[in-house]
């Protein structure tokens, strides 16, 4: 397995889809081979990480429904560039968040959902410097949310 966009989109809708799920679970559910490196109780690095990754991290969700289960996947791009252009053209437009303080990166958002899926996929992508089509991302994040059912009745 290579860092690519398709793989960014597979793994955005395995997110969606699968249940909730352990960090080692969640190396077998998406495929991701290596060994899971325990950095706090919260977060992890897989070792050695793929190829087009210079790092691969994921982390706990620590509040909610899905506390202790897999709560985010954090991609270092190495070796590929990934441009905001195409991920605009494979997860739709993103959206520039703001920024917290003048020497943070800029971050693109986008939203990955499946009908009936209970969790929902946010793809926050970050740059150096304020995004433009060409632009390349230093890192990637996919962030599982649970999807909230509406209270019946």
Do not use: H
Request: hydrophobic share 40%; aromatic share 6%.
């Amino acid at each position: 397995m290579t860092i690519s966009l398709d793989q960014l989109r597979t793994w955005s809708e395995q997110l969606c889809t699968l249940p909730p799920v352990d960090l080692a679970g969640a190396l077998g559910a998406l495929g991701i081979s290596g060994s899971l490196v325990a950095k706090t109780r919260d977060y992890s690095i897989v070792e050695p990480p793929p190829a087009g990754a210079s790092r691969l991290a994921l982390t706990r969700e620590n509040l909610g429904k899905n506390k202790g289960n897999l709560g985010e996947l954090e991609i270092t791009p190495a070796g590929v560039a990934i441009t905001r252009g195409e991920l605009d053209a494979r997860f739709g437009a993103g959206g520039v968040a703001p920024r917290v303080d003048f020497d943070r990166p800029f971050v693109v958002d986008y939203r990955v959902e499946i009908p009936g899926a209970p969790f929902r996929c946010k793809v926050l992508a970050s740059f150096a410097d304020e995004p433009s089509a060409t632009s390349v991302a230093t890192q990637i994040s996919l962030l599982r949310e649970v999807v909230r059912t509406p209270a019946k009745p």
